[in-house]
Nanobody, 124 residues
Framework: QVQLVESGGGLVQAGDSLRLSCAAS????????MAWVRQAPGKERESVAA????????YYADSVKGRFTISRDNAKNTVYLQMNSLKTEDTAVYYC?????????????????WGQGTQVTVSS
């Protein structure tokens, strides 16, 4: 199936911005939901943003709403996560994920394909 490769993580200060990219290759589906999922050490994975390939509709977790923006570039088969006003609590490994929609858009149960993850560290 689809292969996903994230990039763009790094170490930033609180209040800074960062843009993550996820390049997809291999077989893709127009019906896929693409998402950014984060996981801090010792914590459960959390879907922070999702986008439908088919129509571009976006969805956000309350914790990032108003600060993060997910977008797509169909020609490049790439999904982005623009993160503004970063907080220390945003520190986590961020994964790009993809899957066919079978549950609520933000449900982790949708996702069969995962990237390797990229570390985002926000210092105070």
């Amino acid at each position: 199936q689809v292969q996903l490769v994230e990039s763009g993580g790094g170490l930033v200060q609180a209040g800074d911005s960062l843009r993550l990219s996820c390049a997809a290759s291999g077989r893709t589906f127009s019906s896929y939901v693409m998402a950014w999922v984060r996981q801090a050490p010792g914590k459960e994975r959390e879907s922070v943003a999702a986008i439908r390939w088919s129509n571009g509709n976006t969805y956000y977790a309350d914790s990032v709403k108003g600060r993060f923006t997910i977008s797509r570039d169909n020609a490049k088969n790439t999904v982005y996560l623009q993160m503004n006003s970063l907080k220390t609590e945003d520190t986590a490994v961020y994964y790009c994920a993809a899957g066919q929609t079978a549950y609520g858009v933000m449900s982790l149960r949708n996702y069969d394909a995962w990237g390797q993850g990229t570390q985002v560290t926000v210092s105070s």
